[in-house]
């Protein structure tokens, strides 16, 4: 069974903080990526990685950064928290074959 | 542009009825097809996909989807709800850029008992 765990359920943060965001997966895929997703606006693809150290833009990289040092792990990172980043976060992992696992969420809160 | 359009944001069935969960694409090369259920605080889960073959794909919880090419449909279906059946569903259509998908913005389903 594919696992992506990611490294918080709910997270507080204040104005300005840097904040990370980490997401593994157990099952050696090659894709990883991270969406935010808001009510009433679906999931929103913020960044994407297909190799350790390679990355692609999304949709709204605004704000963001990601790294992938190794295979398994895919950090999002928020530079300077700003309250317009409170969201829910999730993490994905894929194949070759294109059929995204979930991990839980990170409900991240910014005050 | 790759796209992805439920029309429908909010269905409200009653327990077993039938159900008919509507979703469009735009997608310039052979889609993949997906359709994912989300409980409430929870990550998505894959309920059917759609690669290529037989256009009617089985999923679980008896869920059902039908690819129409003509029309550029991927709906699903399921014959019953159950209560449990009560969460938000997203549509979602991949195949070319480097795994990514492009997702709806989601249908919410409210089950009466």
């Known amino acids: 069974d594919v696992k992506v765990t990611q490294s918080s359920r709910y997270l507080v943060k204040r104005t300005g903080e840097k904040v990370f965001l980490e997401c593994v997966q157990d099952?050696?895929?090659?894709?990883m990526f991270w969406y935010r997703q808001d009510p009433g606006l679906g999931l929103r693809l913020i960044y994407f990685s297909y190799d350790v150290k390679m990355k692609e833009k999304g949709d709204i990289p605004e704000g963001y950064s990601v790294s992938r040092e190794k295979k398994e792990r895919f950090s999002l990172i928020l530079e300077s928290a700003s309250t317009n980043q409170t969201s829910m976060y999730l993490c994905?992992?894929?194949?070759?074959?294109?059929?995204?696992?979930f991990g839980p969420g990170t409900r991240l809160t910014v005050t | 542009a790759q796209s992805v359009t439920q029309p429908d944001i909010h269905i409200t069935v009653s327990e077993g009825a039938s159900l008919e969960l509507r979703c469009n694409y735009s997608y310039g090369a052979t889609p993949y097809l997906f359709w994912y259920v989300q409980s409430p605080g929870q990550g998505l889960q894959l309920l059917l996909k759609y690669f290529s073959g037989d256009t009617l794909v089985q999923g679980i919880k008896g869920f059902e989807a039908e690819f129409k090419r003509s029309q550029s449909s991927f709906n699903l279906r399921k014959p019953s709800v159950h209560w449990s059946d009560a969460a938000e569903y997203f549509c979602a259509v991949g195949g070319s850029t480097l795994g990514r998908l492009y997702f709806g913005r989601g249908t919410q389903l409210t089950v009466w008992p």
């Open positions: 994905a992992s894929s194949s070759l074959s294109y059929e995204q696992y």
């Open positions: 099952m050696d895929h090659e894709n």
